[in-house]
DNA sequence: ACACAGTATTAGGCTGTCCTAAATTGGAGC
DNA sequence: GCTCCAATTTAGGACAGCCTAATACTGTGT
């Protein structure tokens, strides 16, 4: 049965599930419910109807009250979508001026609309890239994606640099803030010293000294310069 | 009760009824149900049920048995829709290796999910034009049109020379065919010889002879050299 | 003046996606 | 092992869009 379900095409609402629960199961783990309800902002009623629904079109694996997996069906599906999110961005930003605390919500809506020549097009335009503009890694055509392992800054230890590879944050507010102090990727970081309450640490980029929390200090995927 | 319908973001379908309704009443003609499903390939019931709700909406009037007819609002919103099409269009032409026969369909999707913020930046990278790559007028933002006049191939007498500047079709292989005739947008027409029926003619362009039907001769719409 | 052909509308249904309110279940803590 | 809370699912409903079949209208030709 979970053969048959191939190439018919996806509609929107299916395409952002896919994404959204393809990022809340890194490892394979299982997403649960009212995850998926939260980052998609609908109510978990909802997701259950429509994950029943995905898991009869071989999409995804859902035990009732223990959350849902992704088949290998849904996962390149998954993967597609995040391929044409990352590269939509790439190359709004290259080409369009866009700046990236902008170019999450265009791209959010673009995903579903261009076909596959277009974001290879794209792709070719910018010289086929390997992240996106906050470091996110772009899964190829292939659907193959290699994560590179980065450290939270919040997990370095006083006294090291580092380099900002990846920025994990979209909300717009959130993203100009952390552009304001210069952690964008590229960017090298000292940690100067660290609070021994709330994950609080000093560091010093650009010549200058901030003090970052708990949630900005995930955000910051670090990795020792020249690391990949 | 007309006013109040502002501003609520329309649907796909909706855009898609809007503008084939504008494409159907060129001078404020009205259009009939049975042309607006035929122009988006749905049934006549779905079209009369669709045009209730935009009457109600303000974006139309309808009047039963009779036809519908824009608002000022619904042309507004039409009008977008145009302007969004033939930029995109154009931008795939210019920037991403788009011929156009086959830019059409990705236009088509995409002018529902572009925000006016990436229309404006495609508008500038192109230097605002005035025409897509089809010689069709693009709506300014403010929503005014110039239409150019023009004159089909099939009118033009024998022996007078004429520039192409409109190809008034979307279909890939029609596109393509008139192409390899090299009856683009700037090309030198002379008619060289009239059938009496079927509204056959022979044409010269860039040193060739051809004969041309009723179908091309009326998607083909010429004006007279250095006309606007 | 009227019948009829063709067009348009109404009636009734289906699917996809969402919601709220009311059960149900699983596991933590006693 | 049992109780209870929080998470989840079921029940029941709404709305946008689409369809087919049945009905109603309009204008034409005689």
Redesign the interface.
Known sequence: MSAAAASESLTRSVEDYLKAIYQLSPEGRAASTSEIAHLLALSPPSVTGMVKRLSEHGLLEHIPYRGVQLTQEGRRAALRMVRRHRLIEAY?VE????SWD?VH??AE??E????D??VE??AS?LGNPVVDPHGDPIPAADGSIQELSCTPLSDIAVGETVEVHRVHASEPERLRYIASLGLVPGARVTVVDRQPFDDLVTIEVAGQQHVIGRELGHVLQCAKTADV
């Open positions: 709004l080409f369009l001026g866009y902008t919500e265009e809506r673009l579903h609309a261009v076909s020549t277009l097009r794209m335009a």
